[in-house]
C-alpha cells in the first residue's frame, strides 16, 4: 500500500488516481499508523514552502515520514512535497525543511537569466547527469522524455543526490534520491504516460 500524506497541501486526486491507474493500492490519509503501515509514502505539496511546512509539523507527521524514511522505507516528494525534504527554503525567508536530503530551495529568477518568466510553468525535457548510473526511478523512461513544471524555486548545493536536471535558462534541478528518498520538482501525476512510467518505478522501489 502506498500512503499519500494529507496535511491540507497538495494536488492529492489527480496523484491518487495516478498510482490507481497503474493497479497499486492507495491511501490519502493523515494518520500516522496509516503512513507507518504503508509500505511506500508519498509526500505531495502545492503553494507556499512555509505554510506547507507549518502545516506539516502541526500534524506532527513530519516526525513520522522522517522515522519511516530513516527506517528505508521509500518515500517520494513531489514538487513542493520534494522541496521540503531539503535542509531549508529560502522562500520569502529562511524556514527548515526536513533535511533527509542536502541542499536549500532558492529562487530560480536569480539565475535563470533576464526574458524567461517566473513561475517556470510547462513541460521540458530531463536531462540525466554525466558520468551517474541512470536512478531506478528512471527506469521506464529516456532521457530527453518530458515532464510538467509549475514553480518558481529550486533545489541548489545537491549535486550528490541529483539525478536529472531541466533547463530553463540554466540547468535546474528536477529530482533527486538519496537511497530510498526519492524527489521530483515536477509533477509525474500530470506528466502523461512518462509520469506514469515514473511512478510505476517508485511502486517498485
Known amino acids: 500500500m502506498i500512503a499519500i500524506v494529507d496535511y491540507g497541501v497538495g494536488n492529492l486526486f489527480s496523484l491518487d488516481a495516478s498510482f490507481r491507474s497503474l493497479g497499486a493500492e492507495t491511501v490519502v490519509t493523515g494518520d500516522a499508523e496509516v503512513i507507518r503501515a504503508a509500505e511506500r509514502i508519498v509526500l505531495p505539496g502545492?503553494?507556499?514552502?512555509?505554510?506547507?511546512?507549518?502545516?506539516?509539523?502541526?500534524?506532527?507527521?513530519?516526525?513520522?515520514?522522517?522515522?519511516?524514511?530513516?527506517?528505508?522505507?521509500?518515500?517520494?516528494?513531489?514538487?513542493?512535497?520534494?522541496?521540503?525534504?531539503?535542509?531549508?527554503?529560502?522562500?520569502?525567508?529562511?524556514?527548515?525543511?526536513?533535511?533527509?536530503?542536502?541542499?536549500?530551495?532558492?529562487?530560480?529568477?536569480?539565475?535563470?537569466?533576464?526574458?524567461?518568466?517566473?513561475?517556470?510553468?510547462?513541460?521540458?525535457?530531463?536531462?540525466?547527469?554525466?558520468?551517474?548510473?541512470?536512478?531506478?526511478?528512471?527506469?521506464y523512461i529516456d532521457e530527453g522524455d518530458y515532464v510538467y513544471f509549475v514553480h518558481s524555486f529550486a533545489a541548489m548545493g545537491c549535486e550528490d543526490a541529483l539525478i536529472a536536471t531541466s533547463t530553463y535558462g540554466v540547468p535546474l534541478t528536477a529530482a533527486v534520491a538519496r537511497d530510498n528518498v526519492f524527489g521530483t520538482q515536477f509533477h509525474p501525476e500530470k506528466s502523461g504516460d512518462v509520469g506514469l512510467r515514473i511512478l510505476r518505478a517508485f511502486c517498485e522501489a
Open 46 to 139: 502545492v503553494g507556499a514552502f512555509a505554510d506547507a511546512a507549518a502545516k506539516l509539523r502541526a500534524t506532527g507527521l513530519d516526525a513520522v515520514v522522517c522515522a519511516e524514511a530513516a527506517a528505508g522505507k521509500p518515500l517520494l516528494g513531489i514538487c513542493l512535497g520534494m522541496q521540503m525534504l531539503f535542509e531549508r527554503s529560502h522562500e520569502y525567508g529562511i524556514h527548515e525543511g526536513l533535511g533527509l536530503i542536502r541542499g536549500e530551495v532558492c529562487p530560480i529568477a536569480p539565475v535563470i537569466g533576464a526574458g524567461l518568466k517566473v513561475p517556470h510553468i510547462g513541460w521540458n525535457s530531463l536531462d540525466f547527469p554525466a558520468g551517474k548510473a541512470k536512478s531506478p526511478l528512471f527506469r
